[in-house]
């Protein structure tokens, strides 16, 4: 059964204190690593897509990379702005029949103080 | 439109009661999805539209989901006899076609409270 654990459930950092968030996987047949940024009352919103082990994908204080068996989410030197839930999702090859519906992780709740 | 939208963004509704709720796409997106998203929990997938078909039903938690779509345009979900688990945010998403590897664009989610 494809399956994604997402460690830690929550992270408090002060502003500038680079940490990374843990996203660990077992899918049959990986198609893409996908992550979610999700601020309080909104939808996800799409921050990178990962396809291979050794990706890597970056976009301002974010960077996404890819083992075959876990994706690691890095910032550097947060911001309080950056405060939000990020959500890890997979999509396999074969999951039940299903054209492309997504696994999610329940997501790392990060707080960035200033 | 520029994203996806959903309607009502809110709804409280009374135990037993009838309830739909509404997502456009983005123009031009053939595939839809439907998540819920309950409290501490992770997304958990609802339905799969291909254009106006739905392949993939397989996450409706019951006979009392249903969902239908017009053309490759809006969709509605619907929920007969509501109960109070049914209280969660559901989150409707498109992408082009559909290919497996394609992200899925959210729309900002229904709230719906079910007393």
């Known amino acids: 059964e494809d399956q994604v654990t997402q460690s830690p459930e929550a992270l408090r950092l002060q502003e500038g204190e680079s940490s990374s968030l843990n996203c660990s996987y077992t899918?049959?047949?990986?198609?893409?690593l996908f992550w979610y940024r999700q601020d309080p009352g909104k939808g996800p919103e799409f921050l990178f897509t990962?396809?291979?082990a050794g990706e890597e994908k970056e976009k301002e204080r974010l960077k996404a990379t890819l083992t075959k068996k876990e994706s690691f989410l890095h910032i550097t030197a947060p911001k309080p702005e950056d405060s939000a839930t990020y959500l890890c999702a997979v999509q396999g090859r074969n999951y039940g029949g299903s054209q492309g519906n997504l696994i999610f992780g329940k997501g790392t709740k990060l707080s960035v103080k200033p | 439109g520029a994203g996806v939208s959903q309607s009502p963004s809110n709804k409280v509704t009374e135990k037993g009661k009838d309830v739909e709720l509404r997502c456009d796409p983005i123009s031009g997106h053939t595939a839809l999805y439907w998540y819920r998203q309950r409290l501490g929990q992770g997304l958990e997938f609802l339905i799969y539209f291909q254009g106006n078909s739905a392949p993939d039903k397989s996450g409706l938690p019951s006979d009392r989901f249903s969902a239908e779509r017009t053309g490759e345009s809006v969709s509605t979900l619907t929920i007969q006899r509501t109960q109070q688990e049914d209280s969660a945010v559901y989150l409707c998403?498109?992408?082009?076609?559909?290919?497996?590897?394609?992200?899925?664009?959210f729309g900002p989610g229904t709230r719906l409270l079910v007393l």
């Open positions: 990962l396809y291979s």
């Open positions: 899918v049959s047949g990986l198609r893409g």
């Open positions: 998403a498109s992408s082009l076609v559909g290919r497996r590897g394609e992200t899925q664009y």
